[in-house]
């Protein structure tokens, strides 16, 4: 054989293993969306929680069940081999987007809004929205 003939060989094997990788990324990497989703459902409860059970318990309640939420999903991100490129901006900018959103119910709800089901039924939905919305983002990719 030619030295041609090896190098189209070499350059279809390659382009196999290429698109064999991407299909495995593609699967791997779909781990994100169910992430995200049980991030923004979580939140919601915590928001709900906090927001409309009596103060101390509502907090206790609230924080305590975020806590177990959040070490459940670190184990099991960490258990993931795959994360597509730019997995950490996009997942910064959920937590980013996610804790702007937390204050901006928290804060104003805590001080005027105690215990009103108008401000923290709307309010959770609101704080859901980044983990259900990039979990959307990412099944389409």
């Known amino acids: 054989m030619t030295e041609q003939a090896y190098g189209a060989e070499d350059a ?15 699967e791997g990497a779909k781990w994100y ?14 928001v ?12 206790a309640i609230g924080v305590g069940f975020w806590g177990v939420v959040i ?6 991100s960490a258990r993931q081999h795959v994360a597509r490129r730019g997995f950490g901006r996009r997942h910064a900018g959920m937590i980013i987007a996610w804790g702007l ?6 804060v104003p709800g805590s001080i005027w809004f105690q215990g009103a089901v108008a401000w923290w039924l709307p309010g959770a939905l609101v704080v859901a929205l980044p983990g259900l ?3 959307y983002l990412e099944a389409r990719r």
Not at 48 to 59: C, E, F, R, S
């Open 33 to 46: 969306v169910r992430y995200q989703v049980i991030y923004g459902c979580a939140a919601a409860v915590v």
């Open 12 to 26: 279809a094997a390659a382009l196999a293993r290429a698109r064999e990788l991407s299909s495995t990324v593609r």
């Open 133 to 135: 919305i990039g979990g």
């Open 48 to 59: 709900l929680a906090i927001g409309l059970l009596g103060h101390p318990y509502g907090v």
């Open 71 to 76: 070490a459940g999903l670190s184990v099991y």
């Open 101 to 106: 959103l937390y204050a901006a119910v928290l």
